[in-house]
């Protein structure tokens, strides 16, 4: 009986070492067939802690510092419209003209009193040198000649309103009224801003507020622009929104030809400084919802999954997954696969 155990477990040992003889067999078949990666050349950058101010972002609009809504001081019929969305204007040039009938007529009346009275005042000082007219009569003739030179400044005052001209150089960004409408006292006719001149409007909550000072440059970023320019303050509103709690605070933005008022833009207001680990932006690589860089260790490029901050300049924040001195791939990262071997070159 012992001798048949014996051989039974002599007989499923020896099966066991012809099985695993045949695994490494074909083990080392399938390591033979592996393909060969090719070796891939690659820059990389030495993981470093860097200091950087944290910040809270906040949205705003760009607007132009000079902008005007024109409306008639008098009331007229439209009897030209030459303003035009879109169309640069000079100080003083025509945009709209109005008939005005009625100021016409009374400045000509104006005009023949003004020429009555100074007909009575001209014969008025020929009878007074005379003796012939007291001075209490002259004095009246006098003030009515008086009133009616006010009368006819007036009434050309009031005729000068009937042409509604630019008051600054600008670009037209609305027409609000037409040939044929009648304009009067505060109807908007035309909307007009000054494009060489852009700032941006934010509303900073209460908790930050604090950060912001007169004559403080700020980074702000506006999309489908390129770079980043920096906002001076040049505004702040001295009391909050009582229901959205919010600041108003605006910013003198550098001239340049690539923004235009309405756009949406963010300023960064600096609250502390930090220090973070940093990787050139081009060294992470996404694959699905994995997030990655390239570790090159012994001239191989080593996968390691990484949690990005955020992103400053060309460069991201690594939250983890990295540590100070490591070296990252920083070009061609995507193509690159865990294992590869790698050629580092200047």
């Known amino acids: 009986m012992n001798n048949l155990k014996l051989l039974n477990q002599t007989i499923l040992a020896l099966g066991l070492v012809v099985t695993l003889a045949a695994g490494c067999k074909r083990h080392d078949e399938f390591k033979s067939h592996a393909p ?13 802690a860097k200091k950087h101010v944290a910040s809270e972002e906040t949205v705003g609009t760009v607007r132009a510092k000079l902008q005007a809504r024109l409306e008639a001081k008098v009331p007229g019929r439209i009897q030209e419209m030459r ?7 000079k100080a003083g040039e025509l945009l709209a003209r109005l008939d005005v009938q009625e100021i016409r007529a009374r400045l000509d009346q104006a005009l023949a009193m003004q020429q009555q009275a100074a007909s009575d005042l001209k014969r008025f000082t ?43 150089d600008g ?59 920096q906002g001076t303050v040049s505004e702040i509103a001295p009391v909050a929104d009582p229901n959205s709690r919010t600041f108003r605070v605006k910013l003198d933005l550098p001239p340049t030809s690539s923004l235009r008022a309405g756009q949406f833009g963010r300023v960064a207001v600096p609250l502390a400084e930090t220090t973070a680990l940093r990787v050139p932006a081009s060294a992470l690589v996404r694959r699905g919802q994995l997030q990655m860089v390239f570790v090159v260790v012994d001239k191989h490029a080593v996968m390691r999954l990484v949690k990005p901050g955020k992103r400053i300049g060309d460069e991201l924040e690594i939250a983890s997954g990295l540590s100070p001195g490591e070296k990252v791939a920083m070009e061609n990262a995507a193509s690159l696969v865990d294992g590869q071997p790698v050629e580092i070159r200047p």
């Open 126 to 168: 020929a009878l007074l040198e005379r003796a012939a007219a007291t001075p209490a009569e002259f004095d009246a003739v006098q003030a009515r000649a008086r009133v009616a030179e006010a009368a006819v400044k007036e009434a050309q005052t009031m005729l000068g309103y009937a042409d509604v001209v630019a008051p600054f």
């Open 36 to 48: 060969v990666l090719p070796t891939a050349s690659v820059r990389v950058q030495t993981v470093a």
């Open 171 to 229: 670009v037209v960004t609305r027409k609000l009224a037409d040939v044929g409408d009648q304009a009067a006292p505060g109807k908007p006719l035309v909307d007009l801003e000054d494009p060489s001149h852009l700032r941006l409007e934010a509303d900073i909550p209460e908790s930050i507020i604090g950060a912001v000072t007169l004559g403080a440059t700020m980074p702000v970023r506006v999309p489908n622009v390129a770079g980043e320019s």
């Open 83 to 89: 303003a035009v969305p879109g169309q640069s204007v």
